[in-house]
T-cell receptor
Framework: NAGVTQTPKFQVLKTGQSMTLQCAQD?????MYWYRQDPGMGLRLIYY???????DKGEVPNGYNVSRLNKREFSLRLESAAPSQTSVYFC?????????????FGPGTRLTVL | GESVGLHLPTLSVQEGDNSIINCAYS??????FIWYKQESGKGPQFIID?????DKRQGQRVTVLLNKTVKHLSLQIAATQPGDSAVYFC??????????FGAGTTVTVRA
């Protein structure tokens, strides 16, 4: 099993450009998440999808949109990139277990917005 | 609001010694806690978790202690090895889906 995969690994954008970050998991997990990580900080939740067909805002959703394409895939879109969105983006997934929420993370996408 | 934080941003430890990484949380409703390890250039990796109905849980070379009275969580690593050098994050949850992460502690193992 590959676990959680993310593409691309690196990306440089100009202010105002758009792009979609892709994420897929092969663990048959119900829940998927998008986080961003800035230097010296922990991960902050952007959006999550508790199950296929549902999405909800996290702590920092402004400037982002998501699509839960199917059970395996959860994409993150930046419609008009801004320098403040320069960050490392992590996708994660978890089973739907009552009381436990171990999340499995992908390797990350390093995004720079100029 | 809720916050999860670590007491110290960095920890230097001699190889072979035990490491203790501390974490404080403020949300008394949190009922699930988890520790992650993140190596440079990689995503976080699960180490160990604990529910609020427990005060101690052990894994392979790691122990998590939970003190709900003072809202404190710690991760103990026995016989620290060079491969343990990484950033360690604690996270807490008060529901089944969302985790709140602390800022992380960078552990450096001295040979």
């Amino acid at each position: 099993n590959a676990g959680v995969t993310q593409t691309p690994k690196f990306q440089v954008l100009k202010t105002g450009q758009s792009m979609t970050l892709q994420c897929a998991q092969d663990m048959n997990h119900n829940s998927m998440y998008w986080y961003r990580q800035d230097p010296g900080m922990g991960l902050r939740l952007i959006y999550y999808s508790a199950s296929e067909g549902t999405t909800d805002k996290g702590e920092v959703p402004n400037g982002y949109n998501v699509s839960r394409l199917n059970k395996r895939e959860f994409s993150l879109r930046l419609e008009s990139a801004a320098p403040s969105q320069t960050s490392v983006y992590f996708c994660a997934s978890s089973e739907e277990e009552t009381g436990y929420n171990e999340q499995f993370f992908g390797p990350g996408t390093r995004l720079t917005v100029l | 609001g809720e916050s999860v934080g670590l007491h110290l941003p960095t920890l230097s430890v001699q190889e072979g010694d035990n490491s203790i990484i501390n974490c404080a949380y403020s949300n008394s409703a949190s009922d699930y806690f988890i520790w992650y390890k993140q190596e440079s250039g990689k995503g976080p990796q699960f180490i160990i978790d604990i529910r609020s109905n427990m005060d101690k849980r052990q894994g392979q070379r790691v122990t998590v202690l939970l003190n709900k009275t003072v809202k404190h969580l710690s991760l103990q690593i026995a016989a620290t090895q060079p491969g343990d050098s990484a950033v360690y994050f604690c996270a807490e949850s008060s529901n089944d889906y969302k985790l709140s992460f602390g800022a992380g502690t960078t552990v450096t193992v001295r040979a």
